[in-house]
């Protein structure tokens, strides 16, 4: 029972990683435009698509797929933001946004679904099929991998955050946009380039999520479940609160999936996710909306 | 103007009323009912989203509980099948009030990600209860006219779901020439305002969210011993809750028949689609390209487009800006 529990914690932990790099896409969405992006998962899976392409048309390595797919889906963020988002009314953008990136997500299924199929794909190498073994408890490779993905993404997003001149006028406007255009700060400029870190990110967990799990286009609905139920519990827009949330998300689903089975797993992020609302809707660990990082 | 605004919804019912038998063949009834059945959603979605402005994406969790609860009623207690419909439906609308109390603390986006996770977790749950539900096979449920060939059912169930639009479409009309739709509208252009003025913004929320919940149960319950069989993908999937959603927006949030003619226009494009493209996932492409084009370009609808708020029993829609420029010379 206690090699079970250890079992379930290590791989709650090792998912927990990839949810946080999954989420916090969401809270930049949600920090620089107050949108809730619907479509990241939609986006995630299209990753994963290109990903199985790069693997399946020239045998190579899913993660050689990373230097097309990351640009790639940094200017798709800052083109959905500029030709789509900003083009809302403010008075009710958090709603109309949401319909919008709902349309999105719709549109790449149907594309996905039309180009790929239905049935699931999967992208599975050699190396990371096998499982390390400590103490009883099995570490599969592509989870770990899958980990440490994660965890660099996250440094490289936080040091552009809090280092670099774009990071500190992202963080500017978010915190209050209009005093950050008063100091000559280029909002909306920010704004598109902060849509495109973010869906860069979800370019990143489309590969992960392609080595460590089957996919086929209808999943991504799921994933918003899970992601959305990480940011509300994290607290809206906070990057620090949804890492901290997708870790303990993570571990509570790998608990329960191992002593009770998956479909309670999966509950238990919608578990959270209401009790978040009752109890604490501005979300435990995140504090005021996005106040900091 | 006044005879057109009159006499046309007349016209319009009297051809509803006589379609079945205008049409050449069974077919055309079916995706006649279908398409009745999505007004009759999309007129109880918007009991809560016009009103209030609240966007529930996840409304085919009602839809799906409506439908499993007449199905399970139907084939595992052995109701017959009216006292089986009403009975899941007053369940949903019970279960939709405790919803609707967590549900409602929450506003704007965060009121979605509830609705969209409503779906996700009803879906996880029917999958799961494989004993009850049948899981992922699916449940059946016998036909309740066992004497009538399937084209005389489709025609039943047309005129069953019309009587459902007819119910839905008066209790908007009801709702928003009462005190409590000026509540509900107040809800929508300044919740804490509205609040303050002492409007019980709470409450008010929950019924309107309830009495939405149980129009779209019914057609659900209808929908279950109309096609026999149930599917909880299907049944449970985001894509009839935003069918409800596009319907409304396209057809006019603001209008008692908006929803009605978004769902003439969207239900026989998606049955035409599925037609002419089979059974390929483009038909979510067109939905989703859709979506993102009224959303961008038309979120009043196209009622708004046609009727300067004169015709119809519609809500006024000014912003502050154009009623100071409607007193300013």
């Known amino acids: 029972m206690v090699s079970l529990l250890l079992q379930g914690l290590a791989l709650g932990v090792l998912t927990g990683g990839l949810y946080a790099l999954l989420a916090s896409g969401l809270s930049l969405y949600f920090g620089v435009m107050r949108v809730v992006m619907v479509a990241h998962p939609a986006f995630l899976f299209l990753a994963a698509y290109l990903t199985y392409t790069v693997h399946t048309a020239f045998g190579l390595d899913p993660f050689l797929a990373l230097p097309v797919t990351v640009p790639l889906f940094f200017a798709l963020g800052v083109a959905v933001q500029r030709l789509l988002i900003a083009r809302l009314a403010p008075e009710n953008l958090a709603m109309m946004s949401v319909l919008l990136t709902f349309g999105i997500a719709l549109t790449i299924e149907g594309l996905l679904g039309t180009f790929y199929t239905g049935s699931y794909k999967s992208v599975s190498m050699e190396y990371a099929t096998r499982s390390l073994t400590i103490g009883g408890v099995h570490l599969p490779y592509d989870k770990i991998i899958a980990f440490w993905v994660a965890a660099i993404t996250l440094v490289v997003l936080f040091a552009v955050l809090v280092k670099s001149r774009f990071g500190q006028s992202l963080r500017a406007t978010i915190q209050h946009r209009e005093a950050a255009r008063l100091v000559g700060i280029q909002t909306e400029r920010v704004a598109g380039y902060g849509f495109g870190v973010g869906l860069a990110t979800a370019a990143v967990g489309g590969t992960v999520l392609a080595l460590i799990t089957p996919f086929f286009p209808a999943s991504h609905w799921v994933w918003i479940g899970k992601l959305m139920a990480i940011i509300v519990v994290g607290g809206l827009g906070s990057v620090i609160g949804a890492a901290l949330a997708a870790v303990l998300l993570g571990v509570v689903e790998g608990l329960v999936l191992v002593t009770v089975d998956a479909t309670w797993a999966t509950m238990m992020f919608y578990v959270f996710l209401f009790l978040a609302l009752l109890v604490r809707p501005q979300g435990f660990f995140g504090g005021r909306l996005a106040h900091r990082f | ?329």
């Open chain 2, 1 to 329: 103007m006044r005879i057109a605004s009159r006499g046309l919804p007349l016209l319009v019912a009297a051809l509803a009323i006589a379609y079945p038998f205008l049409v050449p063949n069974y077919y055309l009834v079916y995706a006649g009912a279908l398409t009745v059945m999505y007004a009759a959603m999309a007129t109880s979605w918007n009991l809560l989203g016009g009103f209030t402005g609240y966007v529930s994406l996840g409304h085919s969790a009602f839809f799906g509980l409506g439908a499993y609860g007449t199905g399970l009623l139907v084939v595992r207690a052995g109701v017959p099948w009216v006292v089986a419909l009403l009975a899941s439906a007053l369940l949903v609308t019970v279960f939709a009030v405790v919803v609707g109390i967590a549900a409602v603390r929450v506003r704007g986006a965060s009121f979605v990600i509830v609705s969209i996770a409503l779906v996700s977790m009803m879906n996880l749950v029917v999958q799961g209860w494989r004993s009850l539900t049948g899981g992922s096979t699916g449940l059946q449920v016998p036909s309740p006219f066992p004497g009538l060939h399937r084209g005389q059912t489709h025609m039943v169930f047309f005129y069953l779901f019309l009587a459902l639009l007819a119910i839905a479409l008066a209790s908007w009309w009801y709702v928003s020439r009462s005190r409590f739709g000026a509540g509900l509208r107040a809800i929508r252009e300044d919740e804490d305002k509205a609040e303050s003025l002492g409007v019980p913004t709470a409450a008010y929320k929950v019924t309107a969210f309830a009495l939405s919940a149980l129009f779209v149960a019914l057609a659900g319950g209808l929908y279950a011993v109309w096609f026999g069989s149930l599917d909880p993908i299907f049944v449970f999937s985001i894509l009839i809750g935003s069918y409800m959603v596009l319907m409304s927006l396209l057809g006019g949030v603001r209008h008692l028949f908006g929803p009605l003619l978004g769902a003439l226009i969207v239900a026989p494009a998606g049955e035409y689609f599925l037609i002419a493209l089979g059974e390929t996932q483009i038909h979510l492409t067109a939905t989703g390209l859709v979506l993102v084009l009224v959303v961008l370009f038309m979120p009043d609808g196209i009622l708004a487009r046609f009727t300067r708020r004169r015709a119809g029993p519609s809500i006024p829609d000014e912003t502050a800006e154009q009623r100071l420029q409607g007193v300013t010379p």
